[in-house]
């Protein structure tokens, strides 16, 4: 995984409209990139819509956000849509931007051991570089475990 002061990697990648975005394009601005498992899960779904109650609070202290899961373009726009999230969601079907952050790796769960998305969060400033890193996301709050240190 990416540490503090690491480059963030450029990437290209499709968000839930079929349109295109990259690091290039948040460049000059503080970004929230936040990696997460899958749409519509109930842990997922918590982080995402306390990010959306939190928006308001982010935005005014210059964030902008851009979350990131495997799912299609399709769930991520019927994700958005059904929770009205006021954010962009990179559907990164070949985990090449969860990959790219270091955000892929062994899981375990019930006891059995496999490789999937590490939730996280990197914390970009407007020159790209990563200033700090989630690994240990609060998905009912993160909005606040974000703003709480940012302050």
Wanted: glycine letters at 8%.
């Amino acid at each position: 995984m990416l540490k503090v002061g690491d480059q963030a990697p450029d990437f290209t990648a499709v968000i839930q409209t079929g349109e295109t975005v990259s690091l290039k394009d948040y460049l000059g601005k503080k970004l929230i990139l936040f990696i997460y498992p899958a749409s519509n899960t109930p842990s997922c779904t918590a982080e995402n819509c306390s990010l959306r109650d939190g928006y308001a609070d982010l935005k005014a202290k210059g964030y902008t956000l851009l979350g990131v899961s495997p799912d299609s373009t399709k769930k991520q726009q019927n994700f958005i849509q059904k929770f009205d999230l006021p954010f962009p969601l990179i559907a990164d079907t070949g985990n090449e931007v969860i990959k790219a952050f270091g955000a892929w790796g062994e899981k375990q769960m019930y006891g059995k051991t496999y490789d999937g998305v590490l939730r996280s969060t990197f914390i970009i400033d407007e020159k790209g570089v990563i200033e700090r890193v989630i690994d240990k996301v609060v998905t009912k709050n993160h909005a606040q475990q974000i703003l709480v240190v940012g302050e």
